[in-house]
Every structure is written in C-alpha cells, then in structure tokens.
C-alpha cells in the first residue's frame, strides 16, 4: 500500500509518525510526508523525531517532499490540515488520488468530509476525528503532550465493514483506531465540547479551569452544548441523552491551566478556527431552523461580524 500523509503538523506528526515507524523501508508498504519550509527541510536532513508520553522515537518516512506530483497516486491518504486550509490543500491532492483512493481527513468540524468530497474529483472521503494534543516543538520535531490519541473514522453512510483491513493497519501501527457505522456519533460528540470550549476560552483569555469555575461562563458553555445537541438532533444524529453532562465531565477532567488550541491562536494573532467552531453552528442553525443565540453572540463578539 501506498500512504500519504498531508501535513506533518501536531496531528499528521504524530499519526504519520507511527505509520512510518511500522511501515517505511518495507516492501509491501511506501510511506510518503507532504509537508514544506523548514519542517520539511529537517526531515529530509534528519527524519521526523516524534516526543510522545510514552517515549521519543524518529521515523523515516520513504519519501519526504512538498510536491504531491513526486508521490504520485496513493491508496490511502490521511488528511491532517488546518480547516482554513482546506480548499487549497485539497486542490494539492489531486496528483495523489486514483479511483479507489481513501481519504481520511483528522481536522476538527463536522462537515469536513462533506466538503473534501465536493472538491476532489476522485477517491473515496471518509470521516474521521482523533483526541489528541500535539503541536510542532521545532522544525521536525513534534510532541505529543496529552490526549487519549484516539482516531475514530467511517464513511458517512455506515458502510463500514469494507474498511476493516484499514483499521488493522492503523492498529498494527500502534495507533488507537476505531473504526465506526455511526462515525457522525463521535464527530458530534467531539464537537459539542470542543467547540464551546474553543469559543469561550478564546473569548475570555482564560484556562478551562478559570472558565469552569466562572458561574455566568459555565452556564454559557452549558447553554452553547445544548445548541448543538439541538442542532446534531435535527440532523439525525443519535447523541446518547446525557451528552451535554458527558461534555460538561470531559470538560473538568482537564488540568485546570488547559487552554484550546483556538484561544492560543487567538493570543498569538494567528489565522483561527472559529468559522469552523462557532460559525457552522451559526450557519447550520439557519439551515435547520434551530435557534442558536449563544452562537450568534459568540460568533458577532469574537469576528466584529454580525451573525
């Protein structure tokens, strides 16, 4: 099998790590990092060097460049952008792709998929989403700092079982995947939480702790997940009924000192997510015909733009 992986950021470091560690340098598989500038430079000079909880390891991927056209057509690539990158990465991708290729994007969102497939013109999208924090500590390096490092992923419409075979791969990896029928279930899970988070932090400069022990930004965080059990339940999405406390409890198990990743980029005066986050709620509030005022107030106060 021939495996890309596009953006060898946080996430596409650490997943595309593992898959070189286990596979690159064999016959049977090909392993190939799209990345550029000084990162990429770095690991063509001395590999990718992964920092994980569980230890430090360097892999060597078969192939390190910033031209899709050297990779040529690949049986799975694995998707690993910023969201506000994705058309123009997605574009890239079209030298990588044949008919039977399987894309799997990790960004964060919940329409990621839905849109991969609008642009490309080839390949099957699936759906995926990881729990993880990672972050690029210097040009190639990457570390991993927290975070279950789940991966869960399926195509949207619950045929799964033809992608067992990729699951074992990403298994024998080391990787903790799973692979799901319902996969809109962890996309949404992942999302009511993350996002509230995502928006009251950044709004507010303050930690996870500091926003949990506020009672007035409790309830909005509250208030902003019973937006989006709303909005997931217009879709049809199956949330188990206790999401919004099941939020709240993922919420509180997180150092108090915890801030998003979003809040950071906001801090650093760096291109933010909040279009993916607070703005879809917003959009697909309209769509559905689901009030959602907490988003609105968050998306006006957090762009200068009105909802």
């Not at 997943?15 to 500038?37: D, M, P, T």
């Not at 009511?192 to 009672?215: I, N, Q, R, Y």
């Not at 309830?219 to 879709?235: D, F, N, S, T």
Request: a neutral charge; hydrophobic letters at 45%; charged letters at 25%.
């Amino acid at each position: 099998m021939k495996i890309a992986v596009v953006g060898i950021g946080g996430m596409g470091g650490y997943f595309g790590g593992k898959i070189a560690l286990k596979y690159a340098g064999k016959q049977e598989h090909r392993v190939i990092f799209i990345a550029r500038g000084e990162h990429l430079a770095a690991i063509r000079r001395d590999g990718l060097w992964l920092k994980t909880v569980e230890g430090e390891y360097r892999a060597v991927p078969d192939l390190a460049t910033d031209s899709p056209g050297e990779a040529g057509a690949c049986d799975l690539v694995l998707f690993c952008v910023k969201e506000y990158d994705l058309e123009a990465a997605a574009a890239g991708l079209f030298p990588l792709l044949h008919d039977k290729t399987v894309v799997l994007p990790v960004l964060n969102g919940v329409d990621i998929a839905e849109r991969l497939r609008s642009l490309l013109p080839r390949g099957e999208v699936l759906s995926g989403c990881v729990y993880i924090s990672t972050f690029i500590e210097a040009p190639g390096v990457v570390r991993q700092v927290g975070g279950t490092c789940q991966l869960f992923f399926g195509p949207d419409d619950g045929n799964a079982e033809a992608h067992r075979p990729l699951e074992k791969l990403l298994k024998e990896a080391g990787i903790k995947a799973e692979l799901s029928s319902e996969i809109a279930v962890p996309l949404w899970t992942k999302y009511l939480f993350v996002s509230p988070m995502a928006g009251v932090t950044s709004l507010t400069a303050k930690s996870f702790g500091e926003v949990m022990a506020d009672e007035k930004q409790r309830g909005m965080v509250r208030g902003l997940m019973e937006e989006i059990a709303a909005l997931a339940r217009a879709k049809g999405v199956r949330l188990p009924s206790d999401s919004v406390e099941s939020g709240l409890a993922t919420i509180a198990r997180f150092p108090h000192a915890t801030k998003s990743s979003m809040q950071l980029d906001f801090e650093k005066g760096k291109r933010t997510e909040v279009d993916l986050f607070i703005g879809y709620a917003v959009r697909a509030g309209r769509a559905l015909s689901v009030p959602t005022p907490l988003h609105d107030e968050l998306y006006a106060a957090l762009t200068g733009k009105p909802s």
